[in-house]
């Protein structure tokens, strides 16, 4: 008597086992593991667990290790720095940049102080029962 089997046919996990990992690498409990992580589809018949060797395929995609990318994907090298214009240095436009912005602070500042000032005239007014102008 002669056994023919296909991909589909259902394995005991020690046969299935020895038949997709000839060289020894899985065990029946290795199987009954990944089937317990869900990447192993397994059957019970009467108690008994059973695994077809295409499960095992499909097992074996699941866990298939993606490589990881090269450190170099991806990497552009550094442009360089603009030219600065003639005569000046990043110092120089530094320091131009901070006198900007701290004169538009001071404009401002100088604003708020105004409205802030009208406010507390017109509190003041109110107060002494005088129409605001």
């Known amino acids: 008597m002669t056994i023919d089997w296909t991909d589909d046919t259902p394995l005991r996990l020690k046969d299935a086992a020895a038949l997709a990992f000839p060289n020894g690498g899985m065990t029946a409990a290795g199987l009954r593991r990944e089937a317990e992580k869900g990447r192993l589809v397994m059957e019970r018949i009467a108690g008994k667990d059973y695994v077809s060797l295409k499960a095992i395929a ?20 550094p442009q360089p720095e603009p030219p600065l214009p003639f ?47």
């Open 58 to 77: 499909e097992m074996r995609e699941k866990c298939r290790v993606k490589p990881k990318p090269h450190p170099m994907d991806g990497w552009k090298a």
């Open 87 to 133: 005569g000046l240095t990043g110092e120089r436009i530094a320091n131009m940049a901070l006198d900007k912005a701290l004169a538009n602070l001071t404009t401002k500042r100088r604003e708020f102080v105004e409205q802030e000032r009208a406010e507390r005239e017109k509190r003041r007014l109110k107060k002494a029962g005088r129409p605001s102008r």
